[in-house]
C-alpha cells in the first residue's frame, strides 16, 4: 500500500524546494554579517524558532520519556550544537559552494559511524562509497594546492558534529515518535547554545534578527518539505537532486556576493553526491531483493 501511495514526481519537487530552503538558509546567514559572533548568531536562530515546540510540548509529556532517553537527548542536543556553532563560524570564512560541498560528508560519517557503532558492517559497496566521497572532499580543499582556511575544518566538524547528532536521531526515533525527536532537538539545541552565545554577545541590530528569524523560517520549512518527499518517493529518487543545492549555492554566492565560482568545488560535490546516491540506489535494491526473496518471489 505505501508504495502505491507514493508519487515519485512529488518526491523531487518536495526535494527541489528543500534544496531551495536550504540554499536560502546559508545565503540568509551570509546576509547577515560577521558582526554577531557564530556563537550567539546559532542561538538566535534557534531561538527565533522556538515557537515550533508549542505543538510538540505535548506530544513530548505525554512520551513520558525515560532517564536513558533524556541522556540520548542531551548527548544528541550537544553534539548538534557544536555542528551548528561550526557550520555557522564557516558561513564566515569560506564560499557558499564550500560550505554546501563539504556538508554532503555528512551521510558519509553517518555511514561510518553506523558500521562501527550499530555493527552494520562495512561492505565493499559502503566502502567505495566512502573512498570516493573523501576524494570529491580532497578535490574540493586541495591540500598542499592552496591555503586550507579555517572554515574548512570548521565544515569537516560540522558533519562529524552533525552525523553523531543523526546516529543518535537513529536510536531514539524507534522508541518515540518524530514530533518528539525534533521537539527535543529544538530545546537542547536552544539550551545548549545559551551559554556560548552569552559569553560572546552582542546586542544584535533589528535588521540583524530580522535575518535569523528568516533563516529559523527556512531552517524549519526545509525540514518540513525533506520530510514530505522522503514520505512521498525513495531515497534512491530523492538523493541526486541533493546536487542542485550546490548549482544554486555556487550561482548564488556568484551573483548576490561576487564569490567566484571554483569548478573544483563543483566537481568534488558532483564526486560526493554521486556515490551517495549510487550507494542509495544500490541498497534499495538490495532490500527489494531480500524481501523478494523472503516472499519465496524469484527476481
Known sequence: MAEREQNPLRGVLWMVATGACFVAL????????????????????????????????????????????????????????????????AMTRIAIAEVTALNYLNPVYVSLGAAFLFREGLPLRRLLTVIAAFTGALIILRPGLREIDPGHVAMLGTALCLAASYLIAKVVSDEVSATVVVGMLQATVTVGLLPFALAVWVTPTLGELGFYALAALFATLGHTFMTFAFASAPLTVTQPVTFLQLVWAATLGAVAFGEPVDGWVVLGGLIIVAAISLLTWREAR??????????????
Open 26 to 89: 546559508t545565503a540568509t546567514v551570509k546576509a547577515a554579517g560577521t558582526r554577531v559572533p557564530a556563537a550567539e548568531s546559532a542561538f538566535l536562530r534557534y531561538a527565533l524558532a522556538l515557537p515550533i515546540l508549542i505543538p510538540a510540548a505535548g506530544a513530548i509529556l505525554r512520551a513520558h520519556l525515560t532517564r536513558r532517553q533524556l541522556t540520548l537527548f542531551a548527548l544528541r542536543g550537544l553534539a548538534h550544537t557544536g555542528g551548528v556553532i561550526l557550520w555557522f563560524y
Open 286 to 299: 538490495l532490500r527489494r531483493r531480500e524481501r523478494l526473496l523472503a516472499a519465496g518471489v524469484g527476481v
